[in-house]
């Protein structure tokens, strides 16, 4: 068993379940919610209630329950395969499917339609819930992913991703009218500290700060919005959501660094992976793939152009 203990500090307010939620990056609000009726969460050893308001100085116990081990299952899932050998493959992931299971997702995910496809021969580094994954992009955000089959092709696929050496250019569409045709944003990025489940750029000197680097270059304008492409030195979470909108430019659609009213039918933040190189890890060739831009995308930006053109 695991005991946290949290504090709330003098300007806490609002539901319980809620704060509660914002200081505990690994639970989601249901999940609380869940222990709370399961008894598992308490205040001067009193059980609380999911709708009790939080009282600031008070310090709450969550006894969190020995994790279940999860193992994904393969799943016939259809997949748009870029390029596939006997040492890795290259998928162009859609926007709305989870790379890999985690509580809340259990399966529908990448990695389960990787075991199907693949019938099992994908590295074993990531462990029962990772195989094959190298790196990841968010559930809403669109493009390409390259995956091992072999435990030798993973780690040459890291030993290139530790070093910055993979090519990645993504294609976003942002808020506002950037001022320059290009440019980069260079910060160090960490867990926020109001909102423990976001990322924001703080200092150096903060325990789990990792340096990041986006440079970006404008596509096209359309007054209110800019088409950029970043390509990334460094691929930290969230790293192209948090950084653009550290500028003054969030991304169209992102809910979660964007402005309060987020263009909804984008279902997530506009943003693609397009381009992914790197050295093959069996031949030592450069291989470099490029993926077009999904409906979503291109349907958003021919709207952009005709209010442009109005």
Same mark, same amino acid.
């Given at each position: ?9 003098? +300007? ?84 709305? #499917? ?24 994908? *590295? ?40 910055? *050496? ?14 320059? +045709? ?5 910060? @160090?990025?960490?867990? +926020?500290?109001? +909102? ?6 703080? *200092? ?39 950084? #653009? ?11 979660? @660094? ?32 490029? *993926? ?19």
């Amino acid at each position: 068993m695991e005991m946290l203990e949290l504090t709330a500090g003098p +300007d806490a307010s609002g539901r319980l379940d809620a704060w509660l939620a914002g200081q505990c990056a690994e639970l989601s609000r249901s999940a609380l919610q869940n222990l709370m009726e399961q008894g598992r969460v308490t205040r001067n050893g009193r059980c609380v209630n999911k709708k009790d308001k939080v009282s600031p100085g008070e310090v709450y116990c969550i006894d969190l329950p020995e994790p279940q081990p999860i193992e994904a299952q393969p799943q016939n899932i259809p997949l748009d395969v870029v390029y596939e050998d006997a040492d890795l493959i290259v998928v162009n992931k859609p926007k709305g #499917m989870v790379v890999h299971p985690a509580p809340g997702n259990p399966d529908g995910t990448l990695v389960n339609a990787l075991l199907y496809h693949c019938a099992g021969q994908l *590295s074993g580094i990531g462990g029962a819930i990772r195989p094959g994954i190298v790196h990841r992009i968010d559930k809403d955000t669109s493009g390409l992913l390259v995956m091992a089959k072999n435990d030798a092709a993973h780690q040459a696929l890291s030993a290139q991703f530790s070093v910055h *050496s993979i090519h990645r250019v993504y294609h976003a569409i942002v808020y506002g009218n950037l001022k320059e +045709d290009e440019g980069f944003v260079e910060t @160090y990025l960490g867990r +926020d500290p109001r +909102d423990r489940k976001k990322m924001a750029v703080v *200092s150096p000197e903060v325990s789990g700060a990792r340096y990041a680097y986006t440079g970006w270059r404008v596509l096209e304008r359309f007054g209110n919005f800019t088409y950029i492409a970043c390509q990334l030195k460094t691929g930290r979470t969230h790293q192209i959501r948090v950084h #653009m909108a550290s500028i003054g430019h969030p991304l169209a659609g992102d809910a979660v @660094y964007g402005p309060r009213s987020c263009i909804k039918s984008l279902n997530g933040q506009c943003l693609h992976a397009k381009e992914l190189g790197f050295i093959h890890p069996a031949t030592q060739q450069w291989v470099q793939f490029d *993926s077009p831009l999904p409906a979503y995308f291109t349907e958003f930006l021919t709207r952009l152009r005709k209010e442009h053109r109005a």
